[in-house]
């Protein structure tokens, strides 16, 4: 159950926003939402929710409680009422029966007044388990063989909303022990995991991710997690660190997993010195899951439908990962130390086994997991 705070001195109007909020979080929490929008336009706020990676229309509040509503997330997430011309960004967090949800909450100016995007942070440490992100077995294998090596960097890619967070906190959590020191660089911390030490950078006050990583590397760090690796100084302190006994956890924004080597020759870092710290990457993408209540199957072939019921929204609830894992071989090193371009790179590691994205999403279709719509939708090749 939510429970908001009424304002200390609250109109009719005031408690009917509080009341229209409770209710409205309650029904998005329930759905399993990731993001709210709540958008201002001349005479309605329009209200949409993102549930498994779509937008979804929800019904309005009362036009006269627009304003009222912005201003009590706004106080919620302690930004400047007052301010309404600027971006502004907070946090809030609401009691929902005995655990809290925290909110990352974006305002933005627009014409007809301040839109709201609300992140809803619901990491519960018990979903943080590596055996639930859709890894094939060979792959999983792979990846906690990396995890546990002393030392080098382990990459996880992919575009925005690929579930890039999950899966390098899921490593986090497996990793997470009181023999080992864990420290992390973020922009910002999206997860609070006890036992591991999180650093916000603040690049306005020159705590960027370069000089927050230096810093570490004198606190005898085990692991280091690296929020993102945007450009080249960063990239280079990340390698560096990789090689002299730490072990790095970071992602970048690429295609697929071969195209992160490039990424980083492209950032500055020699190939040799690539070749030489990253132990393994791994490529991502969300696909939405068949609902097991009214998914049908295909006469004579493995290939399943959305149908949808009640339990769903039009034959699918849930998502799950699909996966590229590259790990870091003598060939794939003598390939980097070639000159070898990704398209050719990509054609030896196919020939050598390695999945692509649309090859382990269709053995997730073969089994009824997903649809082969969605794995065409979501991968390139």
């Given amino acids: 159950m939510v429970s908001l705070p009424y304002p200390s001195s609250a109109t009719d109007q005031d408690q009917q926003a509080v009341d ?5 979080f309650a029904s998005a929490l329930a759905d399993g939402a990731s993001d709210i929008h709540l958008e201002p336009f001349e005479n309605v706020l329009r209200v949409r929710v993102r549930v498994d990676g779509h937008l979804q229309e929800r019904p309005s509040p009362h036009a006269q409680l627009k304003d009222r509503i912005i201003s009590r997330i706004k106080v919620l997430s302690r930004m400047d009422i007052s301010e309404k011309r600027l971006p502004q960004d907070g946090r809030l967090r609401i009691p929902v029966n005995t655990s809290p949800i925290d909110m990352r909450v974006s305002c933005l100016p627009t014409v007809h007044g301040e839109k709201i995007v609300l992140r809803i942070q619901n990491f519960l440490s018990q979903q943080l388990n590596l055996n639930d992100l859709g890894f094939e077995p060979q792959q999983l294998d792979d990846l906690l063989t990396a995890l546990h090596r002393p030392n080098g960097m382990v990459l996880i890619t992919g575009p925005t909303g690929s579930g890039k967070t999950m ?34 950078v603040n690049e306005k006050s020159g705590l960027g991710f370069a000089q927050t990583l230096r810093a570490l590397l004198r606190q005898d760090p085990d692991v280091v997690m690296v929020g993102e690796i945007r450009d080249s100084e960063t990239a280079d302190v990340a390698a560096k660190a ?10 970048l924004h690429t295609n697929d997993a071969p195209s992160a080597l490039t990424r980083l020759c492209q950032l500055g870092v020699a190939d040799f010195n690539v070749a030489s710290s990253v132990v393994l990457i791994c490529a991502q993408r969300l696909v939405r899951k068949l609902c097991p209540h009214c998914k049908c199957k295909a006469p004579h072939e493995n290939r399943y439908t959305p149908v949808g019921c009640a339990y769903c929204v039009n034959g699918y609830k849930g998502r799950v990962g699909i996966h590229q894992v590259l790990a870091m071989t003598p060939e794939l090193q003598s390939m980097m130390q070639s000159g070898l371009d990704t398209l050719s790179m990509t054609h030896r590691l196919q020939q050598n086994g390695v999945l692509t994205l649309r090859e382990a999403g269709l053995l997730k279709a073969c089994a009824g997991i997903t649809s082969h719509e969605e794995v065409w939708a979501a991968t390139s090749s």
Avoid: M, R
Wanted: net charge negative; aromatic share 6%; with cysteine.
């Fill in 242 to 251: 990789a090689q002299t006994g730490h072990l790095v956890l970071s992602t």
């Fill in 167 to 200: 899966t390098l906190y899921s490593c986090l959590h497996h990793l997470n022990s009181a023999k080992i020191n864990i420290s992390t660089v973020e922009d910002p911390c999206e997860i609070v995991l006890p036992g591991i030490n999180q650093i916000n």
């Fill in 20 to 24: 229209w909020l409770t209710h409205f």
